[in-house]
């Protein structure tokens, strides 16, 4: 989704070109009616560079853009024989670009801390002791959505940035509800409040389930919304404990819809654009939720909003929330203390900040 600005942008300098995204089969959903993309090559699972390659030459591309910075993104550009080969001078793939930009003086990269990294960090003494962001230093310049954008400038791209963006008919939004008998917001009908407690990289961004648990509730309670659930197909187990939780505290049955692992991609997303907020850990839904226009909030752990929030910092009507500790942002998969990163964030500080958007 970081990606989409960049090409809008695209679409905006060349209006005529025909653009075609190289994606996960998985993402392909995602493009559907895009209005920055003619036509998706998909990556199907354990399909070599090699066959990728040979379906790009034969589109007989004038311009390769090689937006993730891993060596296969290039090489994938240079077996294709695209002449002219655009991407930053990571790693070693250098001699396969033929305009390798320099790495931006204000990117920032995601360090990894060390399990003794971060206990060092929480044991400073308190006059040296700094809120983990403060201390990392981070620009708003350093958002991934920058990095994008700078990279399309370079073939002659506005760089301002502008909102990520999907395409979701109402329609679509219409036959998604009616398939799971959801009723659409009305008059006689509940808010549709969205709710993505899992998070694939890892449990570091996971917010503790409970929390979120007695957020619905509370937020059920001044609301009477309807919560929707939703997982892969990984978090079903997940989510059903949250399902019973939510219920457990006093929710109705009826308020709570277990949605985990029964959509497809497309599904998803027209459900999130129903929706009048998702609550969500910092994961795929809710750079999605952000990208069709449907206000996020999000408790922060171990990653940076600063590089990867939805949108670009203070953009949007999102909510952002974190605990000022000094280890975070570690970007490790576990914590490797006491997760008080997230312990930090409280279930009435985030229920304020759903019901500040409804």
């Given at each position: 989704?970081m990606?989409?600005?960049?090409l809008?942008r695209l679409?905006?300098?060349f209006?005529?070109?025909h653009?075609s995204?190289?994606?996960?089969?998985?993402?392909?959903?995602?493009?559907l009616?895009h209005?920055?993309v003619?036509?998706v090559?998909l990556?199907r699972?354990?399909?070599s560079?090699?066959?990728?390659?040979?379906?790009?030459?034969e589109?007989?591309?004038?311009?390769?853009?090689?937006?993730p910075?891993s060596?296969r993104?290039?090489?994938?550009l240079?077996?294709?024989?695209?002449?002219?080969?655009v991407?930053?001078?990571?790693?070693w793939?250098?001699c396969?670009?033929?305009c390798a930009?320099?790495p931006r003086a204000?990117a920032v990269?995601m360090h990894?801390?060390?399990?003794a990294?971060v206990?060092r960090?929480?044991?400073?003494?308190?006059?040296q002791?700094?809120?983990g962001a403060?201390?990392?230093?981070?620009?708003?310049a350093?958002?991934?959505i920058?990095?994008?954008?700078?990279?399309?400038a370079?073939v002659?791209?506005?760089?301002?940035?502008?909102?990520?963006?999907?395409?979701v008919s109402p329609?679509e939004v219409?036959?998604a509800?009616?398939r799971?008998?959801?009723a659409?917001?009305?008059t006689?009908?509940?808010l549709l409040l969205g709710?993505?407690?899992?998070?694939e990289?890892?449990p570091?961004?996971r917010?503790?389930?409970?929390?979120f648990?007695a957020?619905?509730?509370?937020v059920?309670r001044?609301?009477r919304?309807?919560w929707?659930l939703?997982g892969?197909?990984?978090?079903?187990?997940?989510?059903?404990?949250?399902?019973?939780?939510?219920?457990r505290?006093?929710a109705?049955a009826?308020?709570v819809?277990n949605?985990?692992?029964?959509?497809t991609?497309r599904?998803l997303?027209?459900l999130?654009?129903?929706c009048?907020i998702?609550l969500?850990?910092?994961?795929?839904?809710?750079?999605?939720a952000a990208?069709?226009?449907?206000?996020?909030?999000?408790?922060?752990?171990?990653?940076?909003?600063?590089?990867t929030g939805?949108?670009?910092p203070?953009?949007g009507?999102?909510?952002?929330?974190?605990?000022?500790?000094p280890?975070?942002p570690c970007?490790?998969?576990e914590c490797?203390i006491d997760f008080r990163?997230?312990?930090?964030?409280?279930?009435?500080?985030?229920a304020?900040?759903?019901l500040s958007?409804?």
């Amino acid at each position: 989704m970081m990606t989409t600005p960049a090409l809008l942008r695209l679409r905006e300098a060349f209006p005529h070109a025909h653009v075609s995204l190289v994606t996960p089969k998985k993402l392909a959903d995602l493009w559907l009616n895009h209005p920055a993309v003619d036509a998706v090559y998909l990556i199907r699972k354990e399909e070599s560079l090699w066959s990728i390659a040979r379906q790009l030459r034969e589109g007989c591309f004038d311009l390769g853009l090689a937006l993730p910075n891993s060596p296969r993104s290039a090489l994938e550009l240079w077996l294709a024989r695209i002449p002219h080969r655009v991407g930053y001078a990571a790693s070693w793939r250098r001699c396969w670009l033929t305009c390798a930009l320099p790495p931006r003086a204000s990117a920032v990269r995601m360090h990894k801390r060390s399990p003794a990294e971060v206990r060092r960090l929480i044991h400073e003494p308190r006059g040296q002791a700094r809120n983990g962001a403060a201390r990392a230093g981070i620009p708003p310049a350093a958002h991934h959505i920058q990095h994008y954008l700078h990279l399309v400038a370079a073939v002659g791209a506005n760089p301002e940035p502008i909102a990520p963006q999907l395409v979701v008919s109402p329609l679509e939004v219409e036959r998604a509800l009616c398939r799971f008998g959801i009723a659409p917001e009305g008059t006689q009908a509940p808010l549709l409040l969205g709710l993505n407690a899992g998070a694939e990289y890892g449990p570091a961004k996971r917010w503790p389930p409970e929390r979120f648990a007695a957020v619905a509730v509370a937020v059920q309670r001044r609301s009477r919304g309807q919560w929707l659930l939703f997982g892969s197909q990984g978090e079903i187990e997940l989510v059903n404990q949250l399902a019973g939780e939510i219920t457990r505290q006093g929710a109705p049955a009826a308020a709570v819809v277990n949605l985990a692992g029964q959509t497809t991609l497309r599904e998803l997303c027209a459900l999130l654009k129903g929706c009048r907020i998702l609550l969500t850990n910092d994961t795929g839904p809710m750079h999605v939720a952000a990208a069709l226009g449907t206000p996020v909030v999000v408790p922060f752990g171990s990653t940076a909003p600063e590089l990867t929030g939805p949108g670009l910092p203070g953009a949007g009507p999102h909510r952002l929330l974190r605990a000022p500790v000094p280890c975070a942002p570690c970007f490790r998969r576990e914590c490797p203390i006491d997760f008080r990163c997230m312990h930090g964030i409280s279930a009435e500080a985030v229920a304020d900040a759903v019901l500040s958007l409804l």
